[in-house]
């Protein structure tokens, strides 16, 4: 049996490699959930607890440890995130030589899955490392597991913290943070990047880069058999669904554009919420209207050419806007995107 940190160098490795296949891949996750899952203590459930081990914060939900844990499952996202961190910490070494590079993950979960695979990769020396979450019990378990994978000695610590309201002794050089469902809804990753992207080093990167999400009317049911069969493995630049009714974007969110956005909200006294500017859209008069649906599809560019498309990942499935229905052609709508603590896009007719 190889010792622990020579596994976690052999993950890292099949993670990276363009040559691996999607059941290698999912196959390596899972391995390296069981590794962390023994050593931390923490076991993967996508429903544990429902809600009751969640934290209602401020700014959106913060998902239970075993949610959290679950997320490593979900082998596109991972691979895809994985990928563009190391990309991105390659490229923070040319842009910030011989500098020690100030790394904040926040939202960690238990266990680190976005960033404790590629440490090995690097001299201790090169990075100085914060690993932070508002659920002590996943600092807990990441804490153990950076020991069982002989990590101790790397500049790493961990922190309990919001991620919406914390600040960092120091400008960073990269932040990661993946605090977020589909269509940004329930989770804070609309807090979370306006509260650390303005906290970069000028030249410095956060991860994701942009998420896009968009109105379309589309006819799903036969989308999903047909994309599921034909998705590559979103390394490419971003494609368009020529069925759909693309209305528009409803919210592109860039680490440039959060701070401003959210200085823009504006207090809806009849919600009792804090909202972004409302994009206006129009039902257009379908061809042949059976089967749509309004969906709401969003894109993530994690890093330079690492994004995961449409259907990629949980994170990118599209969410149905049944409020729409029956959808009619020539009506005018708005939609609006409310922050607070349970984010999400509010749809009204004008
Ligand atoms: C979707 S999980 C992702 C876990 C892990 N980063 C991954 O990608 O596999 C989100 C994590 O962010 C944490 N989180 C959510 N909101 C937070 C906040 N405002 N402050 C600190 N942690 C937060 C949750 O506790 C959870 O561990």
Redesign the pocket.
């Known amino acids: 049996m190889p010792e622990p940190r020579t596994q976690l160098e052999d993950i890292s490795a099949v993670l990276l490699a363009q040559s691996s296949s999607p059941r290698q891949l999912s196959k390596t996750l899972e391995h390296f959930v069981q590794l962390c899952d023994a050593a931390g203590g923490i076991g993967p459930d996508p429903a544990f607890d429902a809600w009751a081990g969640d934290?209602f914060?401020a700014?959106?939900?913060?998902?239970?440890?075993q949610?959290?844990?679950h997320?490593?499952r979900d082998y596109r996202?991972?691979v895809v995130?994985i990928r563009g961190v190391y990309a991105a910490i390659e490229d923070a070494k040319r842009r910030f030589p011989n500098e020690t590079l100030h790394i904040l993950?926040?939202?960690?979960?238990?266990?680190?899955?976005?960033l404790l695979p590629l440490l090995t990769r690097f001299d201790p020396a090169e990075l100085d490392v914060s690993l932070?979450?508002?659920?002590q019990h996943?600092l807990d378990s990441v804490d153990a597991i950076l020991k069982h994978f002989d990590l101790a000695h790397y500049n790493a610590r961990t922190i309990c913290?919001?991620?919406?309201t914390?600040r960092h002794p120091c400008s960073l050089h990269l932040v990661?943070?993946?605090?977020?469902?589909k269509s940004l809804e329930q989770?804070?990753q609309f807090?979370?990047t306006a509260q650390l992207a303005p906290q970069l080093h000028e030249g410095g990167i956060f991860i994701p880069g942009k998420i896009a999400v968009r109105l379309s009317l589309a006819q799903i049911d036969e989308e999903q058999e047909q994309i599921l069969d034909t998705v590559d493995f979103g390394n490419g630049a971003p494609h368009s669904n020529s069925d759909h009714y693309d209305l528009g974007s409803v919210l592109t969110l860039t680490p440039e554009a959060a701070l401003p956005l959210l200085q823009a909200a504006v207090f809806h006294e009849e919600h009792g919420q804090w909202e972004l500017p409302p994009v206006v859209f129009e039902i257009p008069a379908l061809h042949s209207p059976a089967g749509f649906t309004a969906e709401l599809f969003t894109r993530i560019q994690v890093y330079g050419a690492h994004w995961l498309e449409d259907y990629d990942a949980e994170i990118t499935l599209p969410q149905r806007r049944t409020d729409l229905s029956p959808l009619v052609a020539g009506e005018r709508w708005e939609i609006g995107y409310q922050l607070g603590g349970y984010p999400r896009f509010d749809i009204r007719r004008v």
């Open positions: 934290s914060l700014d959106g939900v913060a998902i239970a440890p949610a959290a844990a997320c490593a996202r991972s995130f993950y926040a939202g960690c979960g238990p266990y680190a899955t976005l932070l979450d508002i659920h996943s913290a919001d991620a919406c914390y990661v943070s993946e605090t977020m469902q989770e804070p807090a979370v």
